[in-house]
């Protein structure tokens, strides 16, 4: 139940965002998902895409630093502590983050958070245990 | 293999009094035929018929660049025009150009040089010899090609640039030999794979690379990536062109100077004070059979230091060790020496780091900073931050560990710093002079 999620290397320069938004829309590669993590000279985007072949592919043709990871994608239900419980089901665990981002679904009602783990499988099956649901690639791509 | 056989492996005792004669001639006819020569050695207090010795060499004055730049384009020909056939020209892009003429007999001794230079390196008659060195006022191109041409190698004069058709030239007619900056070697591998080429699959195995001082580090990688032997060879227009010094193929360390034509000494670049054989300071040159435009003792700026210990390969020549740097790359940070080449091989240490690279140094205030940029690629890459930050923190450390400077990584996306079909351009000084 993992997430194919695509990462790139950005200068911190003017156009290089939306560079990347460009060459992606051009091949009609619609972004789920983002989230940039930014330091004084760089930031990595890390996007969540229908399509992540092509739109790996279509960077590196572009130059860009492109990598693949694989993240979790769970769904919590968008209210107060919604969050709170799933990270203190980690907790308990002692299942590290990485880093994450969220974002709403449209219809459900229900929010989205993408994980990243040092130990991916660990964390799937403990979450997996307690019952919380994991989003399958397809299912996001097509929320 | 060795080009001539008797000169290559001249005794030392004979090769040094050849090298008392010559310098002995030469001096007389500078002081006799260019006026600033007469002019030099008087105020110096030194009359041609007192240099006998191989240690007399010192007595005499050195020859700057800015000399050159005095008497353009013609004041330190020794020959009328009459008798130059070839003029070569540096790129002056720190001023005038400096010129130099070559008589008959020089292009023929040029040729000599490189054609043992060639040889040293491996390089045989049976050879596809791809050219990629600059034709024109820069001596690369038509120094290789005539050397090339001696040996019996089949010359392409590709001269620099167009690097898609050097490639095309380069697989189509199976070229055996490359000649061309280190950098320029990279930038071809790294094009052919953008070209989904495998450039190792390529015919060529030996690679003749100069104009540019190059790390040991970066010589694995091009040997690597190019799938060749990297060889190191030495010159420059002011004493010859390219083939004044060459590594040869048996050693593959320190580069033999022609001694039958030079004489090299090392000085140390602040006081001018001579330098004992393995010390590193800067090179000197005195050219013993130049017609056209004779050096007596020319500052080349090149670092280095001469190995006198014999080497494997038979040749009783000397070597320099490669140029570490030149003195006027060199850069005073902090009140700390720093040559480019040696943040080169900091980074060539770490697995994965690019070998292209940028200096940029300012300062601010009062204080001279250093910025390192590196380039990021898809083993170095990763979506963690914390990654990134480590990787820039260990550069940090280890050129501080080696410099005793602290200096800022900047991570640049891939293929962002300039790649060199010429010289490779490393440091952007942007300090008030």
Known sequence: MKVEQISIFIENKSGRLAEVARVLGEKGVNIRALSLADTSDFGILRLLVDNTDIAQTTLKENGFTVNKTEVVAVEVPDEPGGLCNILQVLDDAQVNVEYMYAFVERNAGNAVIIFRFDDVDNAIAVLNEKGVSILSGEKLYSL | ?433
């Not at chain 2, 006998?52 to 008497?71: A, G, I, Y």
């Not at chain 2, 060195?133 to 820069?138: A, K």
């Not at chain 2, 050397?147 to 898609?164: F, L, Q, Y």
């Not at chain 2, 990763?382 to 800022?408: A, F, H, P, T, W």
């Open chain 2, 1 to 433: 293999m060795i080009w001539n056989d008797e000169f290559e492996r001249l005794p030392r005792e004979a090769l040094e009094s050849l090298q008392a004669k010559r310098l002995q001639q030469v001096a007389e006819r500078v002081y006799a035929t260019v006026p600033f020569y007469k002019q030099q050695f008087d105020k110096a207090g030194v009359k041609p018929e007192k240099i006998k010795s191989l240690d007399d060499l010192r007595r005499l004055p050195f020859t700057l660049k800015q000399d050159m730049r005095d008497n353009y384009p013609y004041g330190l020909f020794a020959k009328p025009l009459d008798q130059i056939v070839r003029i070569h020209a540096s790129s002056g892009t720190t001023g005038k150009p400096t010129v130099v003429g070559y008589t008959k007999r020089d292009i023929e001794n040029w040729t000599e040089l490189m054609a043992r230079s060639f040889t040293a390196a491996g390089a045989n008659r049976g050879d596809i010899l791809h050219n990629a060195y600059g034709y024109g006022l820069f001596t690369g191109g038509l120094g290789a090609h005539y050397g090339a041409e001696k040996i019996g190698a089949s010359v392409i004069p590709m001269s620099g640039g167009n690097t898609k058709k050097q490639l095309m030239i380069m697989q189509d007619f199976g070229s055996t030999v490359l000649t061309c900056t280190p950098s320029y070697s990279l930038y071809l591998a790294e094009a052919a794979a953008e070209e989904g080429l495998d450039i190792r699959k390529f015919k060529l195995r030996i690679g003749i690379l100069g104009a540019e001082p190059w790390s040991e580090k970066l010589r694995n990688e091009i040997e690597e990536k190019v799938g060749i032997k990297a060889i190191d060879i030495y010159g420059l227009s002011e004493i010859l062109g390219p083939g004044v010094g060459v590594e040869c193929i048996e050693a593959q360390s320190g580069l033999h100077i022609w001694e039958d034509h030079f004489i090299p000494e090392i000085i140390d670049p602040i006081s001018g004070e001579s330098l004992p054989d393995g010390e590193q300071g800067e090179l000197v040159i005195t050219t013993i059979t130049k017609e056209g435009i004779p050096m007596i003792r020319y500052r080349t700026r090149d670092i280095t230091r001469i190995i006198a210990e014999p080497c494997i390969c038979g040749r009783t020549h000397r070597r320099l060790e490669r140029m570490c740097g030149r003195s006027d790359d060199m850069l005073i940070i902090r009140g700390v020496n720093v040559y480019p080449s040696q943040i080169e091989s900091v980074l060539m240490d770490i697995e994965g780091v690019e070998p292209h690279y940028m200096l940029i140094v300012d300062r601010e205030g009062t204080l001279d900073t250093l910025e390192v940029q590196v380039e990021v690629n898809e083993q170095t890459f990763s979506d963690e931050i914390k990654v990134l930050q480590g990787l820039s923190r260990r550069i940090e450390k280890e050129i501080k560990d080696l410099l005793g400077i602290s200096c800022r990584i900047r991570l640049v996306e891939p293929k962002t710093i300039a790649r060199s079909e010429g010289k490779a351009q490393r440091v952007i000084d942007n300090r008030p002079k």
